[in-house]
């Protein structure tokens, strides 16, 4: 690992522990808020790859008493509030749906921050990212309102644009965003999707 990318790693670590941030990721998610706005007081949240916490922090605080936040994973997530709910599921099991929806069936908002535990593979790493963006896709369309949001973390791959396509015809407008806080060395990008339209 380059030294540069190592000091970035760490002067988000120590800054994440010092603001009692679960993770380094929640500072991508303040940025991404900063730029597009996208959660707001009494929103109802959807954080897909929830664990350990972080995204889910930043949005519970953003959302406020009257919002809610659902955080699902395949690892146990702490609550982080009064609006905070788990659910442990695949997403990319069948049943997941059906579990998001017993605590609630419709969002204004869908997070993915969906990753495999990197295992240095590099093609395989990027697949299974693929695999959980489409998935992440899916659950967004099913369970976001009419004018909903949805910011999906995916690695850059061959699947690439065939998936900013597939979000563009679900959604009104499309921004492939990389945030400072993410390792510029990093295949990760975040799709920011706005107003769903069908
Ligand atoms: C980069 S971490 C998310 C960090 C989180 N946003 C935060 O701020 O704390 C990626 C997460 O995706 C989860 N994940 C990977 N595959 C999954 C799947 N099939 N279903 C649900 N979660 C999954 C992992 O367990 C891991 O916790």
Known sequence: MEWHIRRKGEFYYKKAKELGYRSR????????????RIIKNGNKVLDLGAAPG??????????GDAGR???VDIQPVPATGKNF???LADITKESAIKKISV?????????????????????????ISEVLAFRSLE??????????????????????????????KVFLKVVVFKP???????KEVYV????KST
């Open 25 to 36: 990721s929640a500072f991508k998610l303040l940025e991404i808020q900063e730029k597009f």
């Open 54 to 63: 972080g995204w889910s922090q930043i949005a519970s605080g953003l959302v």
């Open 69 to 71: 936040i659902v955080g």
């Open 85 to 87: 709910k788990f659910v």
């Open 103 to 127: 605590v609630c069936n419709i969002f204004d908002v869908v997070l993915s921050d969906t990753a495999p535990t990197v295992s240095g593979f590099k093609d395989m790493d990027v697949g």
């Open 139 to 168: 659950l967004a369309q099913a369970l976001l309102k009419e004018k909903g949001n949805f910011i999906c973390k995916i690695f850059q791959g061959k699947r690439f644009t065939e998936f900013v396509g597939q979000v563009e």
């Open 180 to 186: 400072s806080a993410s390792d510029k060395a990093s």
């Open 192 to 195: 920011v999707a706005l107003s």
